[in-house]
Nanobody, 111 residues
């Protein structure tokens, strides 16, 4: 199993970023996928979930209405569209499947 995140970077408050996770080594379309994040000095926290078909999504209260998770089962990718970013969204963002984690992608929200 391999999960490779991309799309992180530095963005100003109020800006947007789109993260992507490329998955391989398992039957992607059969499984729900997760995004988590870990801010400096804090524990890793769950951000969003999408069901195997993409028909069901859930979000942490802290990102609800600002972030959107989606997937493309033909391309084995899951994305996280992040809008109206705040400094408190600064973290390393991870893609997760079962017990497998990607290496993470850094998001910094700063003026």
């Amino acid at each position: 199993v391999q999960l490779v995140e991309s799309g992180g970077g530095l963005v100003q408050p109020g800006g947007s970023l789109r993260l992507s996770c490329a998955a391989s080594g398992f039957t992607f379309s059969r499984y729900g996928m997760y995004w988590y994040r870990q801010a400096p000095g804090k524990e890793r926290e769950w951000v969003a979930f999408i069901s195997s078909s993409g028909s069901s999504t859930n979000y942490a209260d802290s990102v609800k209405g600002r972030f959107a998770i989606s997937r493309d089962n033909a391309k084995n990718t899951v994305a996280l569209q992040m809008n109206s970013l705040k400094p408190e969204d600064t973290a390393v963002y991870y893609c997760k499947f079962a017990t497998y984690w990607g290496q993470g992608t850094q998001v910094i929200v700063s003026p």
